[in-house]
Structures are given as structure tokens and as C-alpha cells.
């Protein structure tokens, strides 16, 4: 298993934001964590990266490396990355330094191999290499939310969380990241897609948790829960309201 969690609870101020989840993550996997504003996403992809110490249970990875109230910098050096929310660029430096940031912890033991990670986000994000040199403010928001992936990946993450990526986009944007994603994951890339456009995640993600007040309050694969009757009324906005109104109307 790539990601365990148990009993993992998490306070924000005074508020438990998260409740002792269980879960896990296997390798080459997307998971889709869905949920209503408030429900604790962040606060998880969050604590998943070091950021939250949590109040009680343990987070390993590769079912040795213990991740528990470790700080983002050990979590980041033991394969774990955040493409955080509003993606959190520095808007005044160039893509190029934005991205050589991701890989900060690879800097002197890795540098070699540096060059190639580089191709490897400009062969992913091509449009990134045309603004190599531009200020990362300058960029549109969906240049800016790959830029903030492609230094995501320039950390080499076993694990890379994502919050929100598709947020404030248009949906050929949200289509071309999705894709990217789903791509990624051939590369064996191992995904937590946090997501309020649950239409798009469910489309690339193998499973999802639909979190609740901090709880997993449902679970399985991205198909069962494309099915679920509620998971469509209040994520997929399915609601069957409005024919029943025509109908009456009618
Ligand atoms: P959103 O989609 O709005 O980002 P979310 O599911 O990601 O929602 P979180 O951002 O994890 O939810 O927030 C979960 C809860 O924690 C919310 O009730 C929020 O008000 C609370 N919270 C977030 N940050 C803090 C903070 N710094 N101090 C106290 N409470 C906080």
C-alpha cells in the first residue's frame, strides 16, 4: 500500500475538523475526494502534507515511512506533494524559478537530474515553456494552475495531492488538466484529487471518498458513485426537481 491513514482526527482552531478517517491509497491509483464547502478537504490533503499536526492517528507511507506530525519538509523529501489551493505561485518570478522551487530538496543531491525533470514538465505543459521566462502572474489561470502542478512534480512525488485544480477555469481547461492527470497516472503516478467539480474528478479518478463534517461518509469506485442517487443530486447536480415542476406545469 502506498498511503495508510487510521484514526486520523485533526483540529483546526478549536474546531475538529477532521474525525478519525481510515483509509488507503494503492499505488498508480486516483482517488476523488469529494464534499461540500467546510467538509475538510483541504484540512486533509493538508495534513496529508505536513502542514496540520494531527490530534490522534498515524499516516505511513510505503508501509514503513511513519509520516505522523512530521513537517512538510520531511514529507516532501519522502515522496509527498501538494498542488495546493489557489495554487500558491510566486507571481513574481519566472516559471523557470517557480518550478526549480518544487524541486528545492532535490537541489544539491539531485541536480543532475534536474534538466530532465524540467523536459519532462515541458513536455507535459508544452505552453509552459513558451513562458519560460515570464513572471508567473502574467500567465492565465489555467497556465498558472499547470505551472503550479508542473512544480508539484518537479519535487518527484510518489504521492502528488491536488486541491481544487480545477477551480475558477474553463472547461476546456478543466478537460486538458483532467487529462494530464489521467495521463500522469499511466506514468504511474499515484493522485488525491480533492474536487468540487465532482463531474470531472469522477471521470478520471478509479475511486472517491464523499467526505462529510470531517467523516468518509461515502466510498467506493468513481463508477458506483456516478451512480449514487446522491452522490448525482447534490455533487453531479442531477436534481430531478425541476422535470417534476415542468411536469406538473406541463
Ligand atoms: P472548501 O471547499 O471551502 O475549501 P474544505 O472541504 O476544503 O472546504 P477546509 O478548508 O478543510 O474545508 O475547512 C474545514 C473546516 O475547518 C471549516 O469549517 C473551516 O471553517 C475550518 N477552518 C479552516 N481553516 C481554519 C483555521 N485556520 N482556523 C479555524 N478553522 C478553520
Not at 474525525?19 to 486533509?44: D, H, Q, Y
Not at 514538465?121 to 515570464?134: G, I, S, Y
Given at each position: 500500500?502506498?498511503?495508510?491513514?487510521?484514526?486520523?482526527?485533526?483540529?483546526?482552531?478549536?474546531?475538529?475538523?477532521?474525525?478519525?478517517?481510515?483509509?488507503?491509497?494503492?499505488?498508480?491509483?486516483?482517488?476523488?475526494?469529494?464534499?461540500?464547502?467546510?467538509?475538510?478537504?483541504?484540512?486533509?490533503?493538508?495534513?496529508?502534507?505536513?502542514?496540520?499536526?494531527?490530534?490522534?492517528?498515524?499516516?505511513?507511507?510505503?508501509?514503513?515511512?511513519?509520516?505522523?506530525?512530521?513537517?512538510?519538509e520531511f514529507?516532501v523529501r519522502a515522496g509527498?506533494s501538494?498542488?495546493?489551493?489557489?495554487?500558491?505561485?510566486?507571481?513574481?518570478?519566472?516559471?523557470?524559478?517557480?518550478?526549480i522551487l518544487g524541486s528545492y530538496h532535490r537541489y544539491r543531491r539531485d541536480r543532475k537530474e534536474l534538466p530532465e525533470a524540467l523536459?519532462?514538465?515541458?513536455?507535459?505543459?508544452?505552453?509552459?515553456?513558451?513562458?519560460?521566462?515570464?513572471?508567473?502572474?502574467?500567465?492565465?489561470?489555467?497556465?498558472?494552475?499547470?505551472?503550479?502542478?508542473?512544480?508539484?512534480?518537479m519535487a518527484d512525488p510518489r504521492?502528488?495531492?491536488?486541491?481544487?485544480?480545477?477551480?475558477?477555469?474553463?472547461?476546456?481547461?478543466?478537460?486538458?488538466?483532467?487529462?494530464?492527470?489521467?495521463?500522469?497516472?499511466?506514468?504511474?503516478?499515484?493522485?488525491?484529487?480533492?474536487?468540487?467539480?465532482?463531474?470531472?474528478?469522477?471521470?478520471?479518478?478509479?475511486?472517491?471518498?464523499?467526505?462529510?463534517?470531517?467523516?468518509?461518509?461515502?466510498?467506493?469506485?468513481?463508477?458506483?458513485?456516478?451512480?449514487?442517487?446522491?452522490?448525482?443530486?447534490?455533487?453531479?447536480?442531477?436534481?430531478?426537481?425541476?422535470?417534476?415542476?415542468?411536469?406538473?406545469?406541463?
Amino acid at each position: 500500500m502506498l498511503l495508510s491513514v487510521k484514526d486520523l482526527s485533526v483540529y483546526r482552531g478549536h474546531i475538529r475538523v477532521l474525525n478519525n478517517l481510515e483509509f488507503t491509497v494503492g499505488e498508480g491509483e486516483i482517488v476523488a475526494v469529494l464534499g461540500a464547502n467546510g467538509a475538510g478537504k483541504s484540512t486533509l490533503v493538508g495534513t496529508l502534507a505536513g502542514l496540520y499536526p494531527p490530534a490522534t492517528g498515524e499516516i505511513i507511507l510505503q508501509d514503513r515511512v511513519v509520516l505522523t506530525g512530521k513537517p512538510p519538509e520531511f514529507v516532501v523529501r519522502a515522496g509527498i506533494s501538494l498542488v495546493p489551493e489557489h495554487r500558491q505561485l510566486f507571481g513574481g518570478l519566472s516559471v523557470y524559478d517557480n518550478l526549480i522551487l518544487g524541486s528545492y530538496h532535490r537541489y544539491r543531491r539531485d541536480r543532475k537530474e534536474l534538466p530532465e525533470a524540467l523536459e519532462n514538465v515541458f513536455c507535459l505543459f508544452p505552453a509552459l515553456r513558451e513562458k519560460k521566462n515570464k513572471p508567473a502572474q502574467t500567465l492565465s489561470g489555467g497556465l498558472q494552475q499547470m505551472l503550479a502542478i508542473g512544480r508539484g512534480l518537479m519535487a518527484d512525488p510518489r504521492l502528488l495531492l491536488l486541491d481544487e485544480p480545477s477551480m475558477g477555469l474553463a472547461p476546456l481547461v478543466v478537460r486538458e488538466i483532467m487529462t494530464t492527470l489521467s495521463h500522469l497516472r499511466t506514468k504511474g503516478h499515484t493522485i488525491i484529487l480533492v474536487e468540487q467539480n465532482a463531474r470531472a474528478a469522477l471521470r478520471i479518478a478509479d475511486r472517491a471518498w464523499v467526505l462529510e463534517r470531517g467523516r468518509i461518509a461515502l466510498s467506493g469506485s468513481a463508477a458506483e458513485l456516478l451512480q449514487d442517487t446522491r452522490v448525482q443530486t447534490v455533487y453531479l447536480g442531477n436534481s430531478r426537481g425541476w422535470s417534476r415542476c415542468n411536469q406538473t406545469n406541463g
